[in-house]
């Protein structure tokens, strides 16, 4: 059960990682004209885009868009909400022996 709970942990951890990748990696494309019209790019905007533009609530100031780094926040929540979660499931695990 322990071993099962960890790989679980391990595995959403692993998805929440490579989506700030995605998110990181979208963002610095923003700063090439055109990057965002390659496949990857278009790829990129499909995936990320709906999460960023949940976030979008505050306009930008200066020409600084702040989504990104209140979707970093909000996925770092969750991923240690995940940990804490697991901690609790192993400890009530072990304590039923």
Do not use: C, H
């Not at 868009?65 to 996925?75: E, K, Q, W």
């Amino acid at each position: 059960m322990i071993t099962f709970l960890s790989l679980l942990y391990d595995i959403v951890n692993w998805g929440l990682y490579l989506y700030m990748v995605a998110i990181a990696v979208y963002i610095l494309m923003t700063w090439f004209p055109g990057a965002l019209d390659s496949k990857l790019g278009r790829l990129l905007g499909r995936i990320v885009e709906p999460f960023l533009g949940l976030f979008r609530f505050i306009p930008p100031i200066m020409g600084l868009d702040f989504s990104p780094i209140i979707a970093f926040f909000v996925l770092s929540v969750i991923s240690e909400g995940v940990k804490q979660l697991l901690w609790w499931l192993i400890a009530a695990a072990m304590n039923r022996g």
